[in-house]
Each structure stands twice: as C-alpha cells, then as structure tokens.
C-alpha cells in the first residue's frame, strides 16, 4: 500500500510540475537576471524586452488543455490502471514542457544576438553552469 501511495505522489507531482512550467514559463524567462549579470546597456535592455514579449506570445499558444485532464488521478479513484490513458497524458505533458523549454532556448538564442563578444562568452558560462533553458 505504502509503495502505491508514492507512486501516486510521484505522479501527481508529474502532472503538477507540467502545469507549473506552461503556466509560469513566461514569468521564468531569464530577463531580470541576465539583465544583471550581463550589465545590459539601455538599448539591449529594449531589445530584450521586445524578445521576452514575443516569447511570452509564443508560450501563451501552447495548448495546455492535456494539463486539465486527470486521467491518472481518476485511475487511482477508480483504481483501475489504463496504460494507453496514462501514458498519453504523460506524453502531452512532456510535450508541453518540450515546447516550453524549445520557447525559451529559442528566447536566449535571440538574446545572444544582441550581445557584446564578452556577455555572449559570459551567457554560455551561464548556459553550461544553470541550464537556464
């Protein structure tokens, strides 16, 4: 009984933590803190900015509709296990943070190109010490 409770945790934690990505992905863009660590001039800090609110527009299109299904919660209440179900719910759920995490690798790429040769040499650094896609 103990090791069904933790596999149920271990998998509502799943389906929580794809819902946490979709829905705070925008407020998670690196913006404030690679602003800091990269002293940002006035008009790259514009530039920036304009990128993070086209990120924010591509990630708010991320249909997230598999995020609302509980199809794996309703396994457990019924406790009847679905392969198909549960795994298609836990694909749509990579899927979405594989989408996010593509929005956001794609936002620091566009970053870096309006960089200086050094706060691009320090934003790799960054990139390899904090995986901050």
């Given at each position: 009984?103990?090791?069904?409770?933790?596999?149920?945790?271990?998998?509502?934690?799943?389906a929580?933590?794809?819902?946490?990505?979709?829905?705070?992905?925008?407020?998670?863009l690196?913006?404030?803190?690679?602003?800091?660590?990269?002293?940002?001039?006035?008009?790259?800090?514009?530039?920036?900015?304009?990128?993070?609110?086209?990120?924010?527009?591509e990630?708010?299109?991320?249909?997230?509709?598999?995020?609302?299904?509980?199809?794996?919660?309703?396994?457990?209440?019924?406790?009847?296990?679905?392969?198909?179900?549960?795994?298609?719910?836990?694909?749509?759920?990579?899927?979405?943070?594989?989408?996010?995490?593509?929005?956001?690798?794609?936002?620091?790429?566009?970053?870096?190109?309006?960089?200086?040769?050094?706060?691009?040499?320090?934003?790799?650094?960054?990139?390899?010490?904090?995986?901050?896609?």
């Amino acid at each position: 009984m103990k090791k069904v409770f933790k596999i149920a945790t271990l998998i509502t934690a799943l389906a929580f933590s794809g819902m946490a990505v979709a829905s705070s992905a925008t407020e998670t863009l690196p913006q404030d803190s690679l602003a800091k660590q990269l002293n940002f001039s006035p008009e790259q800090t514009q530039k920036v900015k304009a990128l993070r609110e086209d990120t924010q527009k591509e990630i708010a299109k991320i249909n997230t509709d598999a995020l609302t299904q509980d199809a794996i919660v309703d396994m457990f209440h019924s406790g009847v296990w679905d392969d198909s179900a549960a795994k298609k719910q836990l694909n749509a759920i990579g899927d979405i943070q594989s989408k996010v995490r593509y929005q956001r690798a794609k936002y620091l790429f566009n970053v870096s190109q309006v960089l200086t040769t050094e706060q691009k040499k320090q934003l790799q650094q960054m990139l390899i010490e904090k995986q901050l896609y």
